[in-house]
Antibody, heavy 118, light 108 residues
Framework: QVQLVESGGGLVKPGGSLRLSCAAS????????MSWIRQAPGKGLEWVSY????????YYADSVKGRFTISRDNAKNSLYLQMNSLRAEDTAVYYC???????????WGQGTLVTVSS | QSVLTQPPSASGTPGQRVTISCSGS????????VNWYQQLPGTAPKLLIY???QRPSGVPDRFSGSKSGTSASLAISGLQSEDEADYYC?????????FGGGTKLTVL
């Protein structure tokens, strides 16, 4: 069965950096686009970024453009999100998700909490 | 502010039918299919409806979706207590995904 397991969240000071990882299993990782989606405490879902199956196509939400970098290692079945210049408003649970583009985002990880606070 | 507009709350009694709306624009719902997600308290979202009205394996047929123009709807019939959750619509918009703000469904 499809499994997505995020790690790397934690408490970081404003201006700091953090790298999230997502380990995928149960499907052919290299065949799928992957996305990061976040959810601030008590708020709705916000798409952050996606990366194509080969890594050649990448898009970011305007709110993170220039600060976050998505990447993947198909040999390790892993997805990453490097987050720099973190702000308080980046505080959220970050979900790794399988992106069926052009189909739906169909599987989500359990999420990892990122807290940006001094 | 979310790109797709949903009512913040909805409610119904067990056995009732409830609908949740999702309004967008020509660049998202008007041009692409709509997906719906259910998020139970403290858990990750789960795909409930895709391509406007398709149910993934395992989703009860009490859940149905529809789309017309730049709006979509999720209907839940035979409401059950375990349906109490947050529901989100989503659609592709040019080069990125957009979500609704979510609707909190309360089963009275």
């Amino acid at each position: 069965q499809v499994q997505l397991v995020e790690s790397g969240g934690g408490l970081v000071k404003p201006g700091g950096s953090l790298r999230l990882s997502c380990a995928a299993s149960g499907f052919t990782f290299s065949d799928y686009y992957m996305s990061w989606i976040r959810q601030a405490p008590g708020k709705g879902l916000e798409w952050v970024s996606y990366i194509s199956s080969s890594g050649s196509t990448i898009y970011y939400a305007d709110s993170v453009k220039g600060r976050f970098t998505i990447s993947r290692d198909n040999a390790k079945n892993s997805l990453y999100l490097q987050m720099n210049s973190l702000r308080a408003e980046d505080t959220a649970v970050y979900y790794c998700a399988r992106d069926g583009a052009p189909g739906p985002i169909d599987y989500w990880g359990q999420g990892t909490l990122v807290t940006v606070s001094s | 502010q979310s790109v797709l507009t949903q009512p913040p709350s909805a409610s119904g009694t067990p056995g009732q039918r409830v609908t949740i709306s999702c309004s967008g624009s020509s660049s998202n719902i008007g041009s692409n299919t709509v997906n719906w997600y259910q998020q139970l308290p403290g858990t990750a979202p789960k795909l409930l409806i895709y391509s406007n009205n398709q149910r993934p394996s395992g989703v009860p047929d009490r859940f149905s979706g529809s789309k017309s123009g730049t709006s979509a709807s999720l209907a839940i019939s035979g409401l059950q207590s375990e349906d109490e959750a947050d529901y989100y619509c989503a659609a592709w918009d040019d080069s990125f995904w957009v979500f609704g703000g979510g609707t909190k469904l309360t089963v009275l």
